[in-house]
């Protein structure tokens, strides 16, 4: 099956800096990668994805950037505020099976 | 438009016995897949139902179950609680696998503590 390693397991930055969070897949036929926000005591949101014939894709402060050749992608936040502050997950997925395998998570800290 | 729902919020229950928890998917879903999240931890995929059906299964054994209704709600079974049970247990709705949407979006979840 598929393994998801996700790095790092905390970042702490300060308010206005950016983050990077880098996760890295096994399985060459997954081609849907899904990032989640999940807040304490609150189910995982979904922030940003990118499907395998992708590239690149951003969303005003957030992007997603995938390397199919070295299967690894990475979650890029600019201008980083302390509502950030969550723990995030990658995860990855076939077309078709929509059977999601997540990362262990990155723990964000926004210093303000 | 009401998002993914679970019920309910926090249970406690005994080791060896039985729970059940539900969920009722975001409007238009109608796809529903079960997760455990331990603490620290990502979430596990457990199963996936579609049209009352189960079409996928995880690494989980045969006490945990589940089922799906006509109106596309889900619950998921667990007989003989055992400590390690004690998880956040999540619920994704999403459209047909067989569609081009692939988005799970998930309920706030069911924290289960077995003692």
């Known amino acids: 099956g598929e393994n998801v390693e996700q790095h790092p397991s905390t970042l702490s930055v300060q308010e206005g800096d950016s983050a990077v969070i880098k996760c890295t897949y096994s399985?060459?036929?997954?081609?849907?990668f899904p990032w989640y926000k999940q807040e304490l005591g609150k189910g995982p949101q979904l922030i940003i994805d990118i499907r395998s014939n992708v590239g690149e894709k951003k969303d005003q402060r957030i992007a997603v950037t995938l390397n199919k050749t070295a299967k690894h992608f990475s979650l890029h936040i600019t201008e980083t505020q302390p509502e950030d502050s969550a723990v995030y997950f990658c995860?990855?997925?076939?077309?078709?099976?929509?059977?999601?395998?997540f990362g262990s998570g990155t723990k964000l800290n926004v210093k303000p | 438009d009401a998002g993914v729902t679970q019920s309910p919020t926090h249970l406690i229950k005994t080791r060896g016995q039985q729970v059940t928890l539900r969920c009722s998917p975001k409007?238009?879903?109608?796809?529903v897949s079960w997760y455990q999240q331990a603490l620290g931890q990502g979430p596990q995929f457990i199963f996936q139902y579609y049209e009352e059906e189960e079409r996928q299964r995880g690494n989980f054994p045969d006490r945990f179950s589940g089922h799906q209704f006509p109106n596309y709600s889900s619950e998921l079974n667990v007989n003989a609680l055992l400590l390690g049970d004690s998880a956040l247990y999540l619920c994704?709705?999403?459209?047909?696998?067989?569609?081009?949407?692939?988005?799970?979006?998930f309920g706030p979840g069911t924290r289960l503590t077995v003692t």
């Open positions: 409007s238009g879903h109608d796809t």
């Open positions: 994704a709705s999403s459209l047909d696998p067989g569609t081009v949407r692939y988005e799970q979006y």
């Open positions: 399985d060459s036929a997954s081609n849907y």
């Open positions: 995860a990855a997925a076939r077309y078709n099976f929509n059977k999601f395998y």
